[in-house]
C-alpha cells in the first residue's frame, strides 16, 4: 500500500510538471478577416515535435450568423480537422469553430524559447462581417458538447499544456484562466484593436547652444511604453540621448517637451540632427520624422541629409523661429 501510494505522488509531480509549459492567446491575423494562434513555452523546448495541437476559437452567435471558418497551418508536419457547435461562456452563446491537429514525428524537431511568442496557426473567417474584438480562443468545461473545445498541445505524445493557466494577453483585461484546465472555463480575446501612435508633428528648435525638441502624439494608449529621442551628426547613424515616458493621462493625444543642452561641448559647429523613436510594449515600434538644428545658425540655413548623399537626400531647413512639422 505504501509503494502504492509513492507511485501515485511520483506520478502526479510528473503529471503537474508536464502541464505547466505551453500556453495559447489569439491575435489580428495577416488578413482583416484573419486572426492568428500563438503561444509562447515557459521553458524551453527543445527539438520539440507537436503530435498535437488543438484549439477552438469562438463568435458571439448574435453577430456570427452564417460565419464559416478555415485553417492555415504555419507547421508543415501539422493538420486540421475542423468541428462546429455552439457553446455558452460567462452566459453568452457562442458559434465555436474547433481545430484538432495532428502533427509528424519525422525530422529533427524545432527548439521554441521560454518566454518568445509563436505564431502557429492562422485561422480566416468569411460569411459574415464581424469585428476582430469579438474573437476569442476558448476552453469551456470538459471540452463542450463535443469535447473538443479545448486547448490542448502534446509534444512527441506528452501532454505540455500549462493547464492552471492555458491563456494569455497583452492586457490583463482580455483573458481569464481559472486555475482548472480542461475541466474549466478559460479564455483570451484580442479585444479592441488599438491603433498604432502617430506623430501629428515634430520640431527642433535652436535656442543658444541647445536643442529644444516638440512633437505631438495621436493614439497613445496604455500599451505606449516610451520615447528615445535620437541624435545624429550625418543624418544616417542615430544614438539614443534621452527616454521620455508617456504622460498616461487618460488622453490619447499628448505634446511633449525635452532640451539637448548644451551641443557646444560635442562639436563647436554644424548640424545635428534629431528623430524620436516610439515604442509599445509589445516591443514594435515607429520613427519621427527627422528634424535638425545648425549650432552657430543665424537666419535661415539649409542643410542636406544624409551626408555623404547614397541614393536620395533631404533638404533640412533650420531657422532660429518654431516651424510646423
Request: glycine share 8%.
Given at each position: 500500500m505504501?509503494?502504492?501510494?509513492?507511485?501515485?505522488?511520483v506520478?502526479?509531480?510528473?503529471?503537474?510538471?508536464?502541464?505547466?509549459q505551453?500556453?495559447?492567446?489569439?491575435?489580428a491575423?495577416?488578413?482583416?478577416n484573419?486572426?492568428?494562434?500563438?503561444f509562447?513555452s515557459?521553458?524551453?523546448?527543445?527539438?520539440?515535435?507537436?503530435?498535437?495541437?488543438?484549439?477552438?476559437?469562438?463568435?458571439p452567435?448574435?453577430v456570427?450568423?452564417?460565419?464559416?471558418?478555415?485553417?492555415t497551418?504555419?507547421?508543415?508536419?501539422?493538420?486540421y480537422?475542423?468541428?462546429?457547435?455552439?457553446?455558452?461562456?460567462?452566459g453568452?452563446?457562442?458559434?465555436?469553430?474547433?481545430?484538432s491537429?495532428?502533427?509528424g514525428?519525422?525530422?529533427t524537431?524545432t527548439t521554441?524559447t521560454?518566454?518568445?511568442e509563436?505564431?502557429?496557426?492562422e485561422?480566416?473567417l468569411?460569411?459574415?462581417?464581424?469585428?476582430?474584438?469579438?474573437?476569442?480562443?476558448m476552453?469551456v468545461?470538459?471540452?463542450?458538447s463535443?469535447?473538443?473545445?479545448n486547448?490542448?498541445?502534446?509534444?512527441?505524445?506528452?501532454?505540455?499544456?500549462?493547464?492552471?493557466?492555458?491563456?494569455?494577453?497583452t492586457?490583463?483585461?482580455?483573458f481569464s484562466?481559472?486555475?482548472?484546465?480542461?475541466?474549466?472555463?478559460?479564455?483570451?480575446?484580442?479585444?479592441?484593436?488599438?491603433l498604432?501612435?502617430?506623430?501629428?508633428?515634430?520640431t527642433?528648435?535652436?535656442k543658444?547652444?541647445?536643442a529644444?525638441?516638440?512633437?505631438?502624439?495621436?493614439?497613445?494608449?496604455?500599451?505606449?511604453?516610451?520615447y528615445e529621442?535620437?541624435?545624429?551628426?550625418n543624418?544616417?547613424?542615430?544614438?539614443?540621448?534621452?527616454?521620455?515616458?508617456?504622460k498616461?493621462n487618460g488622453?490619447?493625444?499628448?505634446?511633449?517637451?525635452?532640451t539637448?543642452?548644451n551641443l557646444a561641448a560635442l562639436?563647436n559647429?554644424g548640424?545635428?540632427?534629431?528623430r524620436?523613436?516610439?515604442?509599445d510594449?509589445?516591443?514594435?515600434?515607429?520613427?519621427s520624422?527627422?528634424?535638425?538644428v545648425?549650432?552657430?545658425?543665424n537666419?535661415?540655413?539649409?542643410?542636406v541629409?544624409?551626408?555623404p548623399?547614397?541614393?536620395f537626400?533631404?533638404?533640412?531647413i533650420?531657422?532660429?523661429?518654431?516651424?510646423?512639422?
Amino acid at each position: 500500500m505504501k509503494k502504492f501510494v509513492i507511485l501515485i505522488f511520483v506520478f502526479a509531480l510528473q503529471f503537474t510538471k508536464g502541464h505547466t509549459q505551453v500556453q495559447a492567446t489569439v491575435k489580428a491575423g495577416s488578413q482583416p478577416n484573419s486572426v492568428y494562434i500563438a503561444f509562447k513555452s515557459l521553458v524551453t523546448l527543445t527539438a520539440s515535435k507537436f503530435s498535437t495541437f488543438q484549439f477552438a476559437i469562438g463568435i458571439p452567435t448574435s453577430v456570427s450568423t452564417g460565419i464559416t471558418a478555415s485553417v492555415t497551418t504555419l507547421d508543415p508536419l501539422m493538420a486540421y480537422a475542423p468541428l462546429f457547435s455552439t457553446e455558452s461562456q460567462g452566459g453568452v452563446s457562442y458559434r465555436v469553430f474547433s481545430f484538432s491537429g495532428d502533427g509528424g514525428q519525422s525530422g529533427t524537431g524545432t527548439t521554441y524559447t521560454a518566454g518568445v511568442e509563436y505564431n502557429y496557426a492562422e485561422v480566416f473567417l468569411s460569411g459574415a462581417t464581424i469585428t476582430l474584438n469579438d474573437v476569442r480562443i476558448m476552453q469551456v468545461p470538459n471540452g463542450g458538447s463535443t469535447t473538443q473545445v479545448n486547448f490542448y498541445i502534446a509534444d512527441k505524445g506528452t501532454d505540455v499544456t500549462n493547464q492552471p493557466a492555458q491563456f494569455y494577453a497583452t492586457v490583463p483585461t482580455n483573458f481569464s484562466n481559472d486555475g482548472s484546465g480542461y475541466v474549466g472555463s478559460s479564455f483570451a480575446k484580442i479585444g479592441a484593436v488599438v491603433l498604432p501612435v502617430k506623430f501629428l508633428g515634430f520640431t527642433a528648435i535652436k535656442k543658444s547652444n541647445d536643442a529644444v525638441l516638440s512633437w505631438q502624439i495621436e493614439n497613445e494608449s496604455s500599451l505606449t511604453a516610451y520615447y528615445e529621442v535620437e541624435r545624429s551628426v550625418n543624418g544616417v547613424d542615430f544614438k539614443k540621448v534621452n527616454t521620455v515616458a508617456p504622460k498616461i493621462n487618460g488622453s490619447s493625444s499628448n505634446s511633449y517637451n525635452l532640451t539637448d543642452i548644451n551641443l557646444a561641448a560635442l562639436q563647436n559647429a554644424g548640424i545635428f540632427y534629431y528623430r524620436i523613436k516610439q515604442f509599445d510594449k509589445d516591443g514594435k515600434f515607429i520613427y519621427s520624422e527627422i528634424r535638425s538644428v545648425r549650432l552657430t545658425a543665424n537666419g535661415l540655413i539649409v542643410g542636406v541629409y544624409p551626408n555623404p548623399i547614397k541614393d536620395f537626400a533631404n533638404v533640412a531647413i533650420d531657422m532660429e523661429q518654431d516651424a510646423e512639422a
